[in-house]
């Protein structure tokens, strides 16, 4: 379970939660700025952007995340 609140964040974020299939679960938008409510979601990963990202860019519940990692040596 991955729980966030927004205290000391002074910006909306959209949180994008993504499962173990890399699926997205779930997509808290524009989450209010210094709240102290809980934003919670089974999930794996969690990307934050600046509110209003994922609509901007169509990012939806169901989309597949695909990661890439650069080792450096």
């Not at 000391?8 to 709240?35: C, G, W």
């Not at 934003?39 to 995340?65: F, H, L, M, P, S």
């Amino acid at each position: 379970m991955q729980s966030f609140w927004m205290k000391n964040t002074h910006i909306p974020l959209d949180m994008i939660f993504v499962d173990r299939t890399n699926s997205i679960s779930k997509i808290a938008e524009q989450v209010t700025p210094m709240s102290l409510d809980y934003v919670r979601q089974e999930a794996c990963y969690v990307i934050e952007t600046n509110g209003g990202w994922a609509e901007k860019n169509n990012v939806q519940v169901g989309d597949t995340i695909y990661f890439s990692v650069n080792r450096f040596t």
